[in-house]
């Protein structure tokens, strides 16, 4: 069975603050258009220091992700503070005591996260959030292993959707949040959340798959 | 942009030691935290603690309303940002006495949030943690739906009141209660002229044509019910009246405070014109001023335009109102 | 102009109207005088009259500073327009409790020319009056001519002081000499980044260039020492502090009173930034700050910018500092 | 001997308000040149108030210019108030007791006009205000009885010497008052004071030549 060891992941966290960080103007732009333009800030704000405060210590995933969500939540405030400090806080707790990490375990930590979000945030898909992206694509992960795919297959799946979600947001008027003061002006534009989220994901399901061991 | 300002990502830092540096005989910088403002006085053994937050931008709000028989300890978000849970929940410590602590705080995403996070971080220290969730501003949303409105001005008379509650030996329950009281008989709007700039951004979050005003703007530049031709100063002061008191709908004769803030780069005088007419508009309406507050309370950066305060008061409220306070926002 | 006015030509009685409704507990409008605002504590039989007095669109100041402990009567004028001559007579008469009456004002040619006017006017009555003229102002003129400078901020610690001496039951000589010590111990400066328009006149008065600071602006806008680009707000900050304590050259350790007023239309975050560097920066020359203000103390309706004025104590000004007083300005 | 009946000139003082009240858009227009452009407003404001206060009541010429001190002093205040209201308070005092002005009396009452503005003001010839035009202009009315014109002579010569010396003003750097701010960009512009008090100088000379009885 192909699975990924706890203690030789943490490393993910630090390619998900690349990612993020690599992006940080980009998403900016995006909250921008919509929004007060500061999402990329905010996020390389939360995700740089991470990575800067794991340089040189090997982490577990489970510990790394609490390293993320303590930052975001001790320092980073605003919405994203509380909304990926419980995403990260709820999917560490969920692997804190799974030493080998299998696919069933791996999308109990994704649902975690994504009932953290829901419950801190009370949004709903739909209201052009990041959760119009980590909802179908948790729901995609799920499927794909219902439907007989393996660890590898339900982790793309779930990249592809997550592409899909974000990108369902352009056509969206967003209901909560910063842009929602725009009403049907906010339509047309991509959301910055579910574009962050995206990425994250990407990242996340990259460091696994490049992780995995059968 | 023509500002007083270093590396745009210190001001809130920066506004914050040079604040508790020109008022330290009222308030100090947590030890454990550099975004909590605590009052000298602060925690009280026995007393109920007060503690609020919010972003910054909105000066003497918060942190102006720390001190004695008010607010015990303040949670400093980034400009026009929450504070974090963690800031919260060391206001909550700091501020505790051993009687539970009270959170006063505006019905905003990220406010909501990160109180609810800090109250669970609380209760771990077993720090009893109550809320009340401030939701004055009438044109952000129905009556029918009073509790999706923001919470704006009357937060300062939330604190005020709750702070003299607290002061006056209340249990958690009661200055809670009571504080929720407060910001029940609180009606707010907001006209916006012109708008702000985040230093941060370095452009203005939205526009407003000369020659028009927004109706109802939220503290942020959050819509208003509507845009519409900015009118003489009497009319306005007609318009603000009437929307918070045909949703206050109080009866004849009810006694009230009236606060009339700046948003930032209004001259002072306006307000003095405005609040000219306000009295006159409540009057005729049937209610009596019985104390006023006019001035830079409550702003939003350099934003141009005035909010609209009026709180109904009783015996117990105008008791409350009257308690000596020492805080840097009065 | 995005602003709450009616009728231009209104806006200064609809002030003082508003002003007083707002602060009846503490000032009312003189029957004799709409232009004259009078503490309902004022006259005191017995206590020597403090008067002030000056052009509008400074609010708070000068009708802010009006009450208990405080100045006991002032005239008002049009915006940015010394008071009648008549106005001061009529403030220096409702100030006037037998004991004498002080005009503590500031060196403005309209002021100076309608002053002693009235102090003529007064003395047909046999009031008698002294005058303490304020000129804290050091870029306005040289330290040889310090005769010539404008009396800017510093205004508000003479008031203070001047109230408290008076309070305290001096004579008229001693009051006059208390507050002409006030002002000589007082030192200010102003940094302007944006203009501001008389709502009569309906364009700004000056311009400043985008990136531009005018240091050494006065509060009307009249010239400043010079013009440069806009630099960090530490490097504004030091700038105002050396130029104010070059002036002062005051003794390593004096203790010293620190006030910061925005000019009208810059966010009061700002002003905490800059104080931050300011007191680290006093404390870097060798003085001591006791006390500090900041705030919208004196404006120039909606000019982008602030002042500092820093006032050395002594053991007598530190108490005089300290007596209690009600006013609406602070 | 050619004079003026101080009784029935009273209705001078209207007719010099009437002027100011034509010109107050001119005057302020100068006046925001290089200064606050309020000058038209200010001046009109208190000779359009006396004038108004005077309709239907027979003033001698004395007690019109104490009425129109009176509001200047009493209502208008900045600089303007205390300037002509001393003006014309000191011209009202010299001729009070005088029933029937002559040439004499006329010359005395006009150097106690001059006299008052200096003594409140503290300005120079050569500041760039008034006084540019006041000074010379009763200089030039002196100057021409001592040489032996008549009343009329002596005025017209005041007139003549007050546009010279409001033209004067045009390449003054301003010493006082507000546009002493601007300094050498006061330079090349009248003053709007000496507009002003050229227009009154105008109109009293005018009315007392209206006037005159031999
Ligand atoms: N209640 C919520 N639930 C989930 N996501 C939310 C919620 N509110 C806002 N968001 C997300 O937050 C994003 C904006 O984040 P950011 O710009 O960092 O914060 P802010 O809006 O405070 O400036 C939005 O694009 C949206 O995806
Ligand atoms: N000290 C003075 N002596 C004589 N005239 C003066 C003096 N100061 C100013 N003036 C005159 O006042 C005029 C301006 O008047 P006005 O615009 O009504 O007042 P303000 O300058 O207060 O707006 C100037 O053009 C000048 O002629
Ligand atoms: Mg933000
Ligand atoms: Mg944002
Ligand atoms: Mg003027
Ligand atoms: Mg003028």
């Given at each position: 069975?192909?699975?990924?060891?706890?203690?030789?992941?943490?490393?993910?966290?630090?390619?998900?603050?690349?990612?993020?960080?690599?992006?940080?103007?980009?998403?900016?732009?995006?909250?921008g258009?919509?929004g007060?333009?500061?999402?990329?800030?905010?996020?390389?704000?939360?995700?740089?220091?991470?990575a800067?405060?794991?340089?040189g210590?090997?982490?577990?995933?489970?510990?790394?992700?609490?390293?993320?969500?303590?930052?975001?939540?001790?320092?980073?405030?605003?919405?994203?503070?509380?909304?990926?400090?419980?995403?990260?806080?709820?999917?560490?707790?969920?692997?804190?005591?799974?030493?080998?990490?299998d696919?069933?375990?791996?999308?109990?930590?994704?649902?975690?996260?994504?009932?953290?979000?829901?419950a801190?945030?009370?949004?709903?898909?739909?209201?052009?959030?990041?959760?119009?992206?980590?909802?179908?694509?948790?729901?995609?992960?799920?499927?794909?292993?219902?439907?007989?795919?393996?660890?590898?297959?339900?982790?793309?799946?779930?990249?592809?959707?997550?592409?899909?979600?974000?990108?369902?947001?352009?056509?969206?008027?967003?209901?909560?949040?910063?842009?929602?003061?725009?009403?049907?002006?906010?339509?047309?534009?991509?959301?910055?959340?579910?574009?962050?989220?995206?990425?994250?994901?990407?990242?996340?399901?990259?460091?696994?798959?490049?992780?995995?061991?059968? | 942009?023509?500002?007083?300002?270093?590396?745009?990502?210190d001001?809130?830092?920066?506004?914050?030691?040079?604040?508790?540096?020109?008022?330290?005989?009222?308030v100090?910088?947590?030890?454990?935290?550099?975004?909590?403002?605590?009052?000298?006085?602060?925690?009280?053994?026995?007393?109920?603690?007060?503690?609020?937050?919010?972003?910054?931008?909105?000066?003497?709000?918060?942190?102006?309303?720390?001190?004695?028989?008010?607010?015990?300890?303040?949670?400093?978000?980034?400009?026009?940002?929450?504070?974090?849970?963690?800031?919260?929940?060391?206001?909550?410590?700091?501020?505790?006495?051993?009687a539970?602590?009270?959170?006063?705080?505006?019905?905003?995403?990220?406010?909501?949030?990160?109180?609810?996070?800090?109250?669970?971080?609380?209760?771990?220290?077993?720090?009893?943690v109550?809320?009340?969730?401030?939701?004055?501003?009438?044109?952000?949303?129905?009556?029918?739906?009073?509790?999706?409105?923001?919470?704006?001005?009357?937060?300062?008379?939330?604190?005020?009141?709750?702070?003299?509650?607290?002061?006056?030996?209340?249990?958690?329950?009661?200055v809670?209660?009571?504080?929720?009281?407060?910001?029940?008989?609180?009606?707010?709007?907001?006209?916006?002229?012109g708008?702000?700039?985040?230093?941060?951004?370095?452009?203005?979050?939205?526009?407003?044509e000369?020659?028009?005003?927004?109706?109802?703007?939220?503290?942020?530049?959050?819509?208003?019910?509507?845009?519409?031709?900015?009118?003489?100063?009497?009319?306005?002061?007609?318009?603000?009246?009437d929307l918070?008191?045909?949703?206050?709908?109080l009866?004849?004769?009810?006694?009230?405070?009236?606060l009339?803030?700046?948003?930032?780069?209004?001259?002072?005088?306006?307000?003095?014109?405005?609040?000219?007419?306000?009295?006159q508009?409540?009057?005729?309406?049937?209610?009596?001023?019985?104390?006023?507050?006019?001035?830079?309370?409550?702003?939003?950066?350099?934003?141009?335009?005035?909010?609209?305060?009026?709180?109904?008061?009783?015996?117990?409220?105008?008791?409350?109102?009257?308690?000596d306070?020492?805080?840097?926002?009065?």
């Amino acid at each position: 069975m192909t699975t990924l060891t706890n203690a030789a992941s943490g490393a993910i966290i630090a390619e998900v603050a690349a990612v993020i960080v690599a992006n940080k103007v980009h998403l900016s732009q995006i909250d921008g258009l919509i929004g007060d333009g500061d999402h990329g800030v905010n996020m390389a704000k939360g995700f740089g220091r991470t990575a800067e405060r794991m340089q040189g210590r090997t982490l577990t995933l489970s510990e790394a992700m609490t390293e993320l969500a303590d930052v975001l939540i001790a320092e980073i405030g605003g919405s994203m503070g509380p909304l990926y400090g419980m995403m990260f806080t709820d999917m560490a707790d969920s692997i804190a005591a799974t030493p080998v990490i299998d696919a069933d375990a791996f999308g109990a930590m994704l649902r975690a996260g994504r009932d953290g979000v829901q419950a801190v945030g009370s949004a709903e898909v739909g209201d052009k959030t990041m959760l119009d992206c980590l909802v179908p694509a948790v729901s995609a992960y799920d499927d794909a292993l219902a439907q007989g795919g393996d660890f590898a297959a339900a982790l793309e799946a779930m990249q592809a959707a997550a592409v899909v979600g974000r990108d369902s947001t352009v056509n969206l008027v967003a209901r909560v949040g910063r842009s929602a003061r725009l009403g049907e002006r906010s339509r047309g534009v991509v959301d910055a959340g579910a574009t962050s989220c995206c990425l994250i994901l990407h990242a996340l399901a990259d460091g696994a798959l490049r992780r995995m061991t059968v | 942009m023509q500002r007083f300002v270093n590396d745009p990502d210190d001001i809130v830092d920066e506004t914050v030691r040079g604040f508790v540096r020109a008022h330290r005989d009222l308030v100090r910088i947590d030890p454990a935290n550099p975004r909590v403002v605590v009052a000298v006085s602060a925690p009280v053994k026995g007393k109920v603690g007060v503690v609020t937050g919010g972003g910054s931008g909105h000066e003497p709000a918060f942190i102006g309303y720390t001190g004695r028989n008010m607010v015990d300890a303040v949670a400093v978000g980034e400009l026009f940002s929450s504070p974090t849970a963690k800031s919260f929940a060391d206001a909550i410590r700091a501020a505790n006495g051993g009687a539970g602590v009270v959170v006063l705080y505006g019905n905003y995403a990220g406010d909501n949030m990160n109180v609810k996070m800090a109250q669970k971080l609380a209760a771990k220290d077993g720090i009893e943690v109550q809320t009340v969730v401030a939701n004055d501003d009438v044109c952000s949303a129905p009556a029918t739906e009073r509790d999706k409105r923001r919470g704006v001005a009357g937060e300062i008379f939330m604190w005020k009141i709750g702070g003299a509650k607290a002061a006056a030996g209340a249990s958690l329950a009661e200055v809670r209660a009571t504080a929720q009281r407060a910001i029940d008989l609180c009606r707010s709007v907001g006209v916006g002229l012109g708008p702000c700039t985040l230093p941060t951004v370095g452009h203005p979050n939205f526009q407003i044509e000369p020659g028009k005003m927004e109706v109802g703007i939220g503290h942020h530049g959050e819509p208003g019910a509507f845009v519409t031709d900015l009118r003489r100063a009497d009319d306005v002061a007609d318009q603000m009246v009437d929307l918070v008191m045909d949703d206050h709908a109080l009866p004849a004769g009810t006694e009230v405070a009236v606060l009339v803030s700046g948003l930032g780069a209004t001259p002072v005088n306006e307000l003095y014109v405005l609040y000219d007419r306000i009295e006159q508009r409540i009057a005729a309406r049937g209610q009596i001023v019985h104390r006023a507050y006019v001035g830079n309370y409550f702003t939003s950066l350099e934003m141009v335009g005035a909010t609209l305060t009026v709180m109904a008061l009783d015996d117990e409220m105008k008791a409350l109102l009257a308690t000596d306070t020492a805080c840097p926002g009065f």
